[in-house]
T-cell receptor
C-alpha cells in the first residue's frame, strides 16, 4: 500500500480563494515533498520540508508538517486558474532513498 | 539540452511482446526512479537505482526488469507485456538529501497501451 494519502481527493474553488489539502503518512520520514502535475505532463516539485521543520513557505504556498500526527498540509493562497492541477505529497524515508507518493488531490480553480 | 528525457512518449503493443522504455538524464544525478501512474492509484514505484549497477525493487516490480550500466540511463523493460501494464510511466532522477532523497526531476512520461 502507498505511504501517503491525500485528502480531499478533489477540490473545486473560486479564483482568489485559498485551497488546502492534507497528506497523512504511516511511517517515520526523512522529509516530505509536494508536487504539482498539470494534465498530461510530468510532476513538478513545489516544496520540500524536512522532518525537523514545522512550516515552510514558498511564494503563495505554505506547507506544515506535524510528525506527531504523521500529517502535512499544503495551502495555496489567492488561487489562480493556473493552479488547476493535481497535487501530490511524497514521503522520503530515513536511510532509504526511495520516495513514495500518495494518490493526489485534484484542484480545480473556477474563474 | 539539460534535463530528463523519456522515449517513446507513446507506445501501443500487443500482449506478450517485449517493450523497453528509455530514460536519459543529463545532470549525472545518482538516483533514478521508475513510477507508473494509474487512475485511482497515484504514482507507484516500480524500481529505483542509487548508482550504476545498483537497483532496488519498489512497490510493484513484478513483470518489469531494469538495468543501469551507465549513470545517465535507466531503461525499463516489460519482458512479456500484459494488459494490466497499460499505464503512464514516469522516470525521475534526484540527488541525495540529508540521508534521503531530495527533489525529484520528472520526465514527461511514456504512455503505454497493451492490446
Amino acid at each position: 500500500s502507498q505511504q501517503g494519502e491525500e485528502d480531499p481527493q478533489a477540490l473545486s474553488i473560486q479564483e482568489g480563494e485559498n485551497a488546502t489539502m492534507n497528506c497523512s503518512y504511516k511511517t517515520s520520514i526523512n522529509n516530505l515533498q509536494w508536487y504539482r502535475q498539470n494534465s498530461g505532463r510530468g510532476l513538478v516539485h513545489l516544496i520540500l520540508i524536512r522532518s525537523n521543520e514545522r512550516e515552510k513557505h514558498s511564494g503563495r504556498l505554505r506547507v506544515t508538517l506535524d510528525t506527531s500526527k504523521k500529517s502535512s498540509s499544503l495551502l495555496i493562497t489567492a488561487s489562480r486558474a493556473a493552479d488547476t492541477a493535481s497535487y501530490f505529497c511524497a514521503t522520503g524515508f530515513i536511510n532509504d532513498y526511495k520516495l513514495s507518493f500518495g494518490a493526489g488531490t485534484t484542484v480545480t480553480v473556477r474563474a | 539540452d539539460a534535463g530528463i528525457t523519456q522515449s517513446p512518449r507513446y507506445k501501443i503493443t500487443e500482449t506478450g511482446r517485449q517493450v523497453t522504455l528509455m530514460c536519459h538524464q543529463t545532470w549525472s544525478h545518482s538516483y533514478m526512479f521508475w513510477y507508473r501512474q494509474d487512475l485511482g492509484h497515484g504514482l507507484r514505484l516500480i524500481y529505483y537505482s542509487a548508482a550504476a549497477d545498483i537497483t532496488d525493487k519498489g512497490e510493484v516490480p513484478d513483470g518489469y526488469v531494469v538495468s543501469r550500466s551507465k549513470t545517465e540511463n535507466f531503461p525499463l523493460t516489460l519482458e512479456s507485456a500484459t494488459r494490466s501494464q497499460t499505464s503512464v510511466y514516469f522516470c525521475a532522477s534526484s540527488e541525495a538529501f540529508s540521508g534521503g532523497t531530495g527533489e525529484l526531476f520528472f520526465g514527461e512520461g511514456s504512455r503505454l497501451t497493451v492490446l
